[in-house]
């Protein structure tokens, strides 16, 4: 079976802060992995996804996560907050395993930007 | 541009009434998805396909019903028989192999009124 966890379903920060947004992941078999974006009322943004090329992952609008097998984490970061940033962020993990590639969601973190 | 077009945006359906999300893509993926979206619970899979004429149940199928007739169309009906239909509900496709992020709409906000 396959899940993602996210801690904390609200982050704030100031803008120009770090952002570190939380997750973890639970797999069987060697995961592939997943962030997207949500802004209000709209579809998900991917920001970039972890296929085991490399650990640290570059995506789009300066983020990026680093996946650690040892913790089995794929946190998402970014070194200074802008105010278009805030949104809600959906770690996801697949696997490939059902043959589906069913993507499987965490419950999300609404990110908000303290000016 | 390629993409994946929901429509409505927003649809109002009374009790009792089926009612049919559209989603069309234009990626040529082989793979298409259904999500519903409530606040607090992330996405959760209702269908899924993986080629035309095959449709798989998700975790919560239950009072949802889908058709693949078509490549690049996977549209969604919500039965009377869904408990509470109201929530926001994603389409996404894919190229359907290990690896591949899906490609998301923007959306149909079903209100039961």
């Known amino acids: 079976a396959q899940s993602v966890t996210q801690l904390g379903s609200h982050v704030s920060v100031s803008e120009g802060a770090l952002v570190l947004l939380r997750c973890n992941y639970s797999?069987?078999?060697?995961?592939?992995l997943f962030w997207y974006v949500q802004y209000p009322n709209q579809g998900l943004q991917l920001l970039l996804k972890?296929?085991?090329?490399?650990?640290l992952v570059k995506g789009i609008n300066g983020f990026e996560a680093e996946f650690k097998k040892s913790e089995t984490s794929f946190h998402l970061t970014k070194p200074s907050a802008h105010m278009s940033d805030a949104a809600e962020y959906f770690c996801?993990?697949?696997?490939?395993?059902?043959?589906?590639?069913?993507?499987?969601f965490g419950t999300g973190t609404r990110l908000t930007v303290i000016p | 541009d390629g993409g994946i077009t929901q429509s409505p945006k927003y649809l109002f359906r009374k009790e009792g009434q089926n009612v049919t999300l559209s989603c069309e893509q234009n990626?040529?993926?082989?793979?298409m998805y259904w999500y519903r979206q409530d606040p607090g619970q992330g996405l959760r899979l209702i269908y899924y396909?993986?080629?035309?004429?095959?449709?798989q149940k998700g975790d919560i199928a239950e009072g949802y019903s889908v058709s693949r007739e078509k490549k690049e169309s996977f549209p969604l009906t919500v039965t009377s028989a869904q408990k509470n239909p109201t929530a926001f509900y994603l389409c996404?496709?894919?190229?359907?192999?290990?690896?591949?992020?899906?490609?998301f709409g923007q959306g149909t906000r079903l209100t039961v009124v």
């Open positions: 996404a496709s894919s190229m359907g192999r290990a690896g591949t992020e899906a490609f």
């Open positions: 797999s069987s078999v060697p995961p592939y």
């Open positions: 972890y296929t085991s090329a490399a650990t």
């Open positions: 996801a993990v697949s696997g490939g395993f059902t043959g589906a590639n069913n993507l499987f």
């Open positions: 990626l040529n993926h082989d793979a």
């Open positions: 396909s993986q080629i035309v004429n095959d449709f």
